[in-house]
């Protein structure tokens, strides 16, 4: 595993989640914000994602799909939904899109019922979550689980944050088939 790689998707994560916060703080004291550098952000996120579960030995989408799988399975009424093997069987963005809009929308709809920007503020938290718990791992004996965990957490939020911006995700955002691993 090279340290490199980590350090690096680790710093590129900081930087994109440190621009949807600049944008978050502009949008709240109604200076002038551009959404565009929001989308450029989500995008570095996946890259990072990509990167993690490349550098990690674990494939992103499989991973994916058991995270989804395991919270689905814990909820007390609902029935599991089918957006864990969509993210299996998934081979563009778009469709991991739509599936993770299909579990959020089922299994969040506290976090959907949330403003946009509420949910952009969301997403900053759970990826900023996401450095520290990788800084931690850098300082342990075998890193891979945790970087593979927090390659969810990039793939899930940097899809998330291009559905909250009215992006539609196309084989043009980024190469899958690095993601899938």
């Not at 864990?84 to 998934?90: K, N, T, W």
């Not at 739509?98 to 946009?116: M, S, V």
């Amino acid at each position: 595993m090279n340290p490199d790689v980590v350090q690096s998707a680790a710093q590129d994560l900081l930087e994109a989640t440190a621009e949807v916060a600049r944008y978050c703080d502009h949008v709240d004291h109604a200076e002038p914000a551009e959404v565009r550098s929001v989308l450029e952000a989500a995008a570095s996120i996946r890259a990072s994602a990509s990167k993690l579960a490349s550098e990690s030995g674990h494939g992103l989408q499989e991973a994916w799909a058991d995270r989804l799988a395991k919270f689905e399975l814990r909820h007390p009424v609902l029935e599991p939904s089918s957006a864990p093997a969509s993210i299996r069987a998934g081979r563009t963005w778009r469709a991991l899109q739509l599936a993770q809009y299909e579990h959020d929308a089922l299994f969040h709809p506290d976090i959907l019922g949330l403003t946009r920007h509420d949910q952009l503020i969301h997403a900053v938290v759970h990826l900023v979550k996401a450095q520290g718990a990788l800084c931690r791992a850098t300082r342990t004996a075998d890193p891979a689980p945790e970087m593979a965990r927090r390659a969810v957490d990039c793939a899930v939020f940097g899809v998330k944050i291009a559905t909250l911006c009215g992006e539609r995700l196309t084989d043009e955002h980024g190469p899958l088939a690095e993601a899938s691993g």
